[in-house]
T-cell receptor
Framework: RKEVEQDPGPFNVPEGATVAFNCTYS??????FFWYRQDCRKEPKLLMS???SGNEDGRFTAQLNRASQYISLLIRDSKLSDSATYLC????????????FGSGTRLSIRP | DTAVSQTPKYLVTQMGNDKSIKCEQN?????MYWYKQDSKKFLKIMFS???????INETVPNRFSPKSPDKAHLNLHINSLELGDSAVYFC?????????????FGPGTRLLVL
């Protein structure tokens, strides 16, 4: 089983729709979780952290389910500019350990 | 005012050649990284330096040799390039190793080995 797994997509949804995707991780001792966004042919950029109690940043909601070992990202009222690949990032239990990137979920918003 | 810059952005070369990619960050960060992103979009860490010292060295062929002349620079030299080295190479930096999750990436270097 891969350390971090994501559905590659693509998720193709109309503008204004709500879309959600998950990321599963294999190490139950993982410490921290994040979502990065990568636009086509660009570098990854930190989108948001994922807190244990769940957190929102505008139209974006991130949640963590430790029991089932997955994190989720929900995007409400999707915009054309949300089209990108969303990378799940997991930080293992030790601060000295390297973080692990998922391979990403591709999201395409159509007009 | 690019925070993390890489040169060159594109690199097309023949198998067997030796090439270097340069990276510089002006964020005052202590830690820098090299990642390889292959055609399947997996972003894999190769190396990490903290204040010029190597702290992460993944299973990477020893044809790849990083060099950090100072904490603002991390260069990657690749000897005897192979077809499988074709990928996008990203440099990144973070405040320190404890803040790996908040990394700032460079624009990437697209390497094509023919």
């Amino acid at each position: 089983r891969k350390e971090v797994e994501q559905d590659p997509g693509p998720f193709n949804v109309p503008e204004g729709a709500t879309v959600a995707f998950n990321c599963t991780y294999s190490n139950s001792a993982s410490q921290s979780f994040f979502w990065y966004r990568q636009d086509c042919r660009k570098e990854p950029k930190l989108l948001m952290s994922v807190y244990s109690s769940g957190n929102e940043d505008g139209r974006f909601t991130a949640q963590l389910n430790r029991a089932s070992q997955y994190i989720s990202l929900l995007i409400r009222d999707s915009k054309l500019s949300d089209s990108a690949t969303y990378l799940c990032v997991v930080k293992p239990y030790s601060s000295a350990s390297k973080i692990i990137f998922g391979s990403g979920t591709r999201l395409s918003i159509r007009p | 005012d690019t925070a993390v810059s890489q040169t060159p952005k594109y690199l097309v070369t023949q198998m067997g050649n030796d090439k270097s990619i340069k990276c510089e960050q002006n964020l005052g960060h202590d830690t820098m990284y090299w990642y390889k992103q292959d055609s399947k979009k997996f972003l894999k860490i190769m190396f990490s330096y903290n204040n010029k010292e190597l702290i992460i060295n993944e299973t990477v062929p020893n044809r790849f040799s990083p060099k950090s002349p100072d904490k603002a620079h991390l260069n990657l030299h690749i000897n005897s390039l192979e077809l499988g080295d074709s990928a996008v190479y990203f440099c990144a930096s973070s405040q320190d190793p404890a803040f790996q999750e908040t990394q700032y990436f460079g624009p990437g270097t697209r390497l094509l080995v023919l």
